[in-house]
């Protein structure tokens, strides 16, 4: 019995070597079967299938039963491994922590890095925002949106201004966010997810994610502050030209435009925020103490 090679990838994906994940999927079809049994089941030594099946036992995966007097084995539910293995993980990450704690040197240094899977790209992203003191923008299509949205709401609630572009209407509470189009073009042209997110004017990620969610056209987180820095700038930009351009659309006058402009560029674009990130040797002067949301002005 040969494994489908997405299934022994996806099994691969949560823990298992090759030999363990086609003994898995054969208990999995006959449960209450011996070691030998599954060995004849797969094709492989018994020798090899115990050492596997023994893997199995000691990652939660299968559970043996001694009391007919042979060992006869049952694959658990997929669910039922995959929450153990979370409620472990969870439990041990404290105690994880801290024993690396002494083997990091710090903050991964000033770069621009590749981020090959989705899961790396929202992970990366969540941490930029729960890690943002003053400002955070989003530009994002609907389901990586929605996938940040907790976060997001997070931030908002701890002072951090939010300002969100999204390409299908929503609310976010707390955060501002920007008119989406009628119809917008970019949802029926790109055969993927657009997900950018800046923080602070100091970190970023860009990413184009696969319409299925599971993987990555391409990907890019930028520790690079000065690259950041214009980042942001060209973001901030375009975000007020969106706001703008709808303003305009619905025939408002131009004072109401002007007072518009100043107010997005005075909280979103302030020095003191776009300066935030740049190294102290960078800056001819102190750099400025961060400011809070409060001081800046609320909408």
Known sequence: MKLVPRIEGLLASIGLTGLEAAAYAALLREPGATAYHVAQLIGR?????YKALDGLLAKGAVVVDESSGSKTYAALPVREYLNTRRRELDARQDEIEQALAGETAGAVETGVYRLASADQVYERCRALIDGAKM????????????????ALCAAAKRGVDVLVKPYA?????????????????QLEVWNGDWLNV??????SVQAFLAKDGAGVHAAAWCRNPYLAMLDFNG????????R?????????????IDREIKRMMGRYMAFRPFVSGLPGAWLRHPKPAPVRRGARGKK
């Open 45 to 49: 030594a018994p020798a090899n299938t």
């Open 198 to 203: 800046i923080a602070d004017c100091s970190q």
């Open 135 to 150: 400002l955070a923008l989003v530009d994002a299509f609907p389901a990586p949106l929605a996938e940040l949205t907790p």
């Open 235 to 242: 973001m901030a930009s375009e975000f007020i030209l969106t």
């Open 169 to 185: 209407t929503t609310a976010i509470p707390g955060c501002e966010v920007l008119e989406a189009g009628p119809a917008e073009p």
């Open 244 to 256: 703008v351009a709808a303003m305009a659309d619905r025939g408002e006058d131009g004072r109401a």
